[in-house]
């Protein structure tokens, strides 16, 4: 997992990575999963605080979080 | 599902867009819920997605403006509604009720005029491709015919020759206006002394008379001046060649090229600042007209407006299909609609409008096609907060150009309607299915 798993992250969806200097700005789903990654959660474990954070059923939180952590994976590349 | 769920969105700080776009970056202010008072849900869920409308209140009031802003300036003026633009019958029945002729560059596009009540008289044919066929019945029919070649004065002249009575041509100009690119493919080059060249071989005939002179110096002229200068040239020839004939010509026709309030790529300004207003253009060409609005009569003033009058009257609605992360950081779109039906899209950027408020961050995206094409792009980089699927976006303006050059490539074409002036809703054109394009094969 990339160094955006280490992000420094502000309540107001601001995140810092100290490594390579970059800033990021992410939703409320996004800061969640990422805070959930960082407390070292899995996929399916993600999936099911979603849902029932927000609501949503599991199905569609678990492709949220497959393809977010995708996401992740493809801007830690980039930077 | 929780309503202030958003699917996950994470954005590097730094994109060029937001540097671009500064605090406007932070929300999406481009919202229309409705076109000409009609929902866009509504049309819709009647119509269905992809969805090209049309307002009859915008074609007709361009037209008005435009018409009286030249009628300022010169007596005897004709507009010739410019099919190529857009032929939809529904379209061209009301720039036809307006007082417009009809422009016509091809045999299917005289025949859809003729076919739309439009007579011969009242018809220009204007184009490199005249197929003697339909030149002759032109001609027969006193439409006003504007050679592009030396082969068609020639097929004029055999035609007249065959009838037994003279008959009237005249021929389209390319001149050097100081606009580029120069359009000198059409017509007869003024510099070099082709177009007189044109014009002798035709005083010279027994069987032809000289009309008058044609003159479309391109398309979407941001500078009216041109046309100043462009009549200025024509305004020497015209002297030296009624000097010639020895009589007056019938008609000077200007052709279009005026700009629609469209996006060029490229241009930085808006066009509500890049766009010159519609009287600018007036004033320009009627000041320098001003030795032939003196005449009685004086000779006609012709117009092919098209893309000026018919633009900002279309609207493409279209539907997120699905979305996903690139690499490079975009969030990329697949819309219901593309380049197959925004023809376009090459060369200007449409406004790009929601049709409700989508709260979110935005993020730089790239708006694709339903295509199986890598080329089919509608916008490759504007900031947008996350949309969800089947989000309705309004696309515009994409009035000109698009229904007649929008292919029938991969998906069928969609339906077409038109908001009227009482808001009742008409199909122009209803969705092609299998059996349209079956019935045209073996």
């Known amino acids: ?79 | 599902m929780s309503n202030d769920y958003t699917k996950p969105s994470i954005v590097k700080v730094g994109n060029p867009l937001y540097a671009k776009h500064g605090s406007s970056a932070q929300s999406y202010h481009f919202v229309r819920d409705a076109i000409e008072g009609v929902k866009i849900s509504d049309l819709v869920a009647q119509y269905g997605s992809p969805l090209f409308v049309f307002s009859e209140r915008s074609l007709r009031l361009k037209y008005q403006q435009a018409f009286k802003a030249m009628q300022r300036y010169y007596p005897n003026l004709v507009f010739g509604w410019s099919y190529k633009t857009n032929y939809l019958n529904g379209i061209c029945q009301v720039f036809h009720q307006e007082g417009a002729i009809a422009e016509v560059v091809s045999q299917f596009e005289y025949e859809k005029a003729r076919s739309l009540g439009i007579p011969g008289n009242q018809i220009i044919f204007n184009g490199p491709h005249k197929p003697e066929g339909i030149l002759r019945r032109a001609l027969l029919e006193g439409a006003q015919v504007h050679a592009d070649h030396f082969y068609e004065i020639e097929d004029a002249e055999k035609i007249a020759k065959e009838n037994g009575s003279p008959i009237t041509i005249g021929i389209r100009i390319n001149l050097d206006s100081g606009i580029y690119p120069l359009w000198s493919r059409f017509g007869f080059n003024l510099e070099s002394g082709q177009a007189w060249a044109a014009i002798r071989r035709i005083a010279e005939s027994p069987h032809l008379r000289f009309g008058g002179v044609h003159c479309h110096i391109g398309t979407f002229i941001m500078d009216p001046t041109a046309y100043s200068r462009a009549i200025q040239k024509l305004s020497k020839l015209i002297r030296e060649a009624e000097s010639l004939v020895g009589y007056n010509i019938e008609y000077i026709d200007l052709g279009g090229g005026f700009p629609s309030m469209s996006q060029l790529k490229g241009v930085y300004q808006p066009p509500e600042v890049a766009i010159s207003s519609v009287e600018d253009y007036a004033e320009s060409i009627g000041k320098e007209l001003q030795w032939l609005a003196s005449r009685k009569p004086a000779p006609k003033l012709c117009f092919e407006l098209g893309r000026h009058l018919v633009d900002e009257a279309g609207y493409l609605i279209t539907q997120v299909v699905a979305d996903k992360a690139l690499p490079d950081g975009r969030r990329a779109y697949v819309l219901d609609a593309g380049v197959n039906l925004l023809y376009t899209s090459t060369w200007y950027k449409y406004k790009i409008e929601l049709d409700r408020d989508v709260p979110g961050m935005m993020e730089p995206s790239i708006l694709n096609g339903p295509l199986c094409m890598n080329i089919d792009v509608v916008d490759e980089a504007i900031l947008l907060p996350r949309l969800p699927r089947f989000q309705n976006l309004i696309l515009s303006p994409v009035g000109a150009y698009n229904v007649t050059q929008s292919m029938q490539f991969i998906e069928y074409r969609p339906n077409i309607v038109m908001i009227g002036e009482n808001k009742s809703i008409s199909l122009l054109r209803r969705k092609e299915g299998l059996e349209d394009l079956n019935r045209l094969e073996g």
């Open chain 1, 1 to 79: 997992m990339p160094n955006l798993r280490f992000l420094n992250m502000s309540a107001n969806g601001m995140a810092f990575d100290p490594e390579t200097g970059e800033s990021y700005q992410m939703n409320g789903s996004a800061q969640f999963i990422l805070q959930s990654l960082q407390k070292g959660l899995d996929s399916q474990e993600i999936a099911s605080a979603l849902s029932l954070k927000f609501n949503i059923p599991f199905e569609k939180a678990h492709t949220d979080v497959l393809e977010f952590q995708v996401q992740l994976e493809m801007m830690a590349k980039a930077a």
